[in-house]
């Protein structure tokens, strides 16, 4: 078995092209960036360095502490905190990547800095329904686990892999990984594991990536996990949905820092018969609720994230955000539960 080119020729020749004739390129992901957007960020980074580009990897805000061992991660800069830099930047740049998102929407306050660059825009992705505005040229591969899976396959088209550095493979494993859970979900198709393979042969060590990124819970968190499972969660539907949500304060309590969210949706879905969990937290910066969905099968979250939570995803996974109080989020919450019903 070989991977099959995800780019036309014509793709690929255009692309090339694009990068060939530019100098001065911003690297671009979605705010709340997870393990895939700043993995696929940091290996096209190193690839479009490794061309001599002068490349900048500007995300809206800060990625979770869990992914600070990333090689090239301290090279990141963030919108949020130096807006000026990182807006002259983007109107400076000849060229803009934007990856693992394709509505400009995602970007929330750094979205202006990108749409008003005269830089021509090129997604890479696995979302549904990429935005046209999004990019001159939009690289959408919904059926893909991961935008790191994406990035490695166009650059083995590129003829890229020979020269691929070791701390690009562990950038894209990484993303491939927590984009699966570990590969426990979205993570059937074979050539998953043949790009596995040929990361390896970087010399990856998989294992320690695994724990660096799971295995890193504080005290507090693994306490937090434990309070949330014995004290907040609820089921619905005659067990076949799960509902919890996560306060400021508790937030607090167990001194809550960024990412420590991470996951804990997942937990419920370890209960047998449950194809539904749902998370709802306030936002620690906003007056919103951020809102996790995550199923197993068929059962569409996207669907119900588009419909009741101002959002979107995947089949199995899927986010949003309400800009009322979490009381208010909750009846939501339960009045999607019921809408899905015989969906359940
Ligand atoms: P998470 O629950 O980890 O925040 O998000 C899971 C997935 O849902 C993300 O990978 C992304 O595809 C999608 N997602 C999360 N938040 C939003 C959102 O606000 N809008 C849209 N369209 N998709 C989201
Ligand atoms: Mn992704």
Redesign the pocket.
Known sequence: MSLAPLLSEQELFRLLQTIRQSRQIVVCAHR?P?GDAVGASLAWADYLQSLGKQVRVVLPNPFPDFLRWLPGSHTVQFYQHHEGQATAWLAQADLIFCLDFS?PG?LQEMQRAVMASKAERVVIDH?LDPDPAMGTQLYSFPQLSSTCEAVFRILVQLGAFEEMSKAAAVCLYTGMMTDTGGFTYNSTRPEIYEIISLLLTKGIDKDKIYRNVFHVYSQDRIRLTGYILYEKLRFYAGGKAALFTLTREEMQRFNFIRGDAEGL?NMPLQVKGMRLSISLREDTERDTV?V??RSVDDFPCNRM?EEFF?????LN?????LPFPLSEAVETAERAIEAYADLL
């Open positions: 709340g997870d509505s995602r979302h949706v951020r996790s969905l994230a101002h959002g979107g995803g995947h996974a899927s986010g949003g955000e």
